[in-house]
Structure formats: C-alpha cells, structure tokens
C-alpha cells in the first residue's frame, strides 16, 4: 500500500462489514438524523449525485451514541452504531497500530486538524491490532489509513501518512461532501476538544426546522422547502433555515436530472442560463465546487441584463450551499466581484 490518496473506485465494494452485525452494540432507537434511521439513509449517500437525505441546516449536536468530544473510539463490538451516527455527523476513521508509532503521531496530526472545524466532523479512532476484525473489514495491510464515512458510506482519503496541509484540503471536500448529501449536524465538544464521555446534549429543533427535516426523512423536498421558507419569514436571520433552504433547493432542481445530457447541453448552448446552472449543481453534488463556481462567473461574464442577474443570484445560492466560511467560496466571491464591474 502506498502513501498516495485513495481513488473511491479503490474503496469501493472492499468493506465488507457484514462479519461486525452480530456484535454487541449500545441502543440504536430511532429518531429523525439518529442511529436508527442509517440503513435507509445510507443507500441514498452512494455515488457523487446520489440523493441527499440527510439534515440540511438546524441538526442539533450529535455523533456517536452516548460519546460526545472529538475523538472516540472504533471496536469490533461498536462499529455498526459508529458507522450509523455518520448519516447526521460526518465521521473521520483513522485506523492505526501501536506497533507502527508514526501512525500513532498521524492521529495526533488529523485531530489537531479536526479541532480546528468546531465540531464539524467526529474522528473514531480504531486500533487495528486490538481490532481483528475491522482490520479484516478493511483489508488493510499498512498503516495509518485515512478514510470518511457520510451516511453509513466509506468515503476514501489516504493510505500512508500525509502532511497536515495535505490532510486540511482534503478534510475541507470532505465536509463539503457531507453538506451535498444534508449531514451537517455537529458533535458537543469538551473544554479541550479531546475525547469525552459525556452524554450528548440535543436540543429539540424549532417547529418549523423540525417539519422539514421529516419532510426530507419521507422524501417530500416540497414539504421541507416551504417550512423553512417560512422560519426565513418568521426570522429572516436564521442562519439554519437559510442554509436548509439552499441545501433542499439544490435537490429539487437536480432530482432526476442526466449529468451527461445536461453536460451535452451546456457544450452546446455556453450562454444558455439554464443549461449552466444545471450543470454547475450538479458540479456542486459532485464534489466539484470550483468547477462550479468558475463556470457561472465565466457566465457573468459572458452576459448581460437580465440573463446576467440570473447568473449571479444563481451562483450566490450556491455559495449558501456550501457555505460563507470555505475559502472557496472567499475566492470566487472576489472573482465574481471582478466580473460584475
């Protein structure tokens, strides 16, 4: 195994976790975004484009069942209820072995990075050694390894050791990733960010975050546009409702749509707004946000009156999607600024 990142082709169909389900577990019981709703989420996170039924915007904090802080362990006997808490908290597996100290010190490398993210993300922390059968699971034959879990669903990163400013980016597409496919809840961390015990705290979602959320749970995008189109009118500076409403606006106009028809289109009509939207949302569900942004700033450019402003509105709910915090969304800001004067 090499020190070079993974391919998801790579990953793909090599975890068999089928040996795990007979292990012990703690309580799964289900509730909108917990434990218990996995198995019906995760089929819905496969592929770049595949549907999104997460909890976009107002998820309360939440991780792995009973732990809360940023590092908790993956066992043999609990790894089933670790991989189902990813469908509302993205979760980064770092699989290491005492007997290879240098992945020992990478661990230490990625959760000096997560720390960073106020509680984005959740690292599990598995020791191959103490661990037969993840190791089994994950057919691994060196260590460290690297790899996500969004939705029940392996996301893969590195073998090898890496850089911290080769992990950060990374991390940075991971999270984005998560937001596409709605899980963007949070896990409570504790006054050093390092591993707790502690009950999770999770508030009850307001009303009307809490009704579009069971929208998505039951596939009704409609039902869940509207109820947060309406805490937007009920407090216009709700940051949740309007990160909600852009994530469930970006399902609604991909669902169903043919990323290779649409690409044809696009070739063929360069200045046609619906063609380039199109397929800039479907960038975005892919993991290829830059794309996506370069591709309506050129738009801007290339337009003018009215088509133009439909170009910037459109690029502007992508930047929600994805969120004012990347720096991705920093940069083609300024680019589009450049555009427009």
Do not use: C
């Not at 990813?86 to 010190?105: I, T, Y």
């Not at 309406?230 to 990323?259: C, F, I, S, Y």
């Not at 289109?265 to 960038?283: E, F, I, K, M, S």
């Amino acid at each position: 195994m090499t020190d070079q990142p993974f391919t998801a082709a790579g990953l793909r169909g090599a975890v068999d976790l089928t040996g795990l389900q007979g292990q012990p577990t703690g309580s799964t019981q289900s509730r909108p975004g917990g434990a218990g709703a996995a198995a019906a989420a995760g089929a819905g996170a496969q592929g770049g484009q595949g549907g999104a039924h997460g909890a976009p915007g107002g998820v309360p904090a939440h991780g792995v069942a009973g732990r809360s802080g940023l590092v908790v362990e993956g066992t043999d006997a609990n790894f089933t209820e670790v991989a189902n808490a990813s469908v509302g908290v993205p979760l980064l597996l770092v699989l290491w072995a005492a007997q290879v100290p240098e992945s020992r010190d990478y661990l230490d490398t990625v959760v000096g990075l997560a720390r960073a993210l106020d509680g984005r993300l959740q690292v599990v922390s598995v020791d191959v050694e103490q661990n037969p059968a993840l190791l089994r699971a994950f057919q691994i034959q060196s260590v460290p390894v690297t790899l996500g879990l969004i939705q029940g669903q392996p996301v893969p990163m590195f073998a090898g050791v890496q850089p911290a400013e080769a992990v950060r980016p990374v991390l940075d597409e991971f999270l984005s990733l998560a937001v596409q496919h709605g899980v963007t809840g949070r896990v409570e961390l504790t006054d050093d960010g390092a591993q707790g015990d502690d009950e999770v705290v999770e508030p009850p979602l307001p009303p009307l975050h809490q009704e579009a959320y069971d929208a998505i749970e039951r596939g009704d995008l409609a039902g869940a546009h509207a109820a947060y189109t309406q805490a937007l009118k009920e407090n216009p500076a709700d940051a949740d409702a309007e990160l909600g409403l852009a994530q469930v606006g970006l399902m609604q106009r991909t669902e169903g749509a043919d990323l290779q028809a649409a690409r044809a289109a696009a070739a063929d009509r360069p200045t046609d707004v619906a063609a380039q939207t199109l397929v800039a949302d479907l960038d975005v569900l892919g993991g290829h946000v830059e794309d996506a942004f370069l591709r309506l700033i050129d738009l801007v450019r290339a337009t003018s009156g009215e088509e133009r402003e439909q170009a910037r509105v459109h690029l502007v709910q992508l930047f929600a999607v994805v969120g004012g915090h990347d720096e991705r969304v920093k940069k083609a800001r300024t680019a589009l600024m450049s555009a427009l004067f």
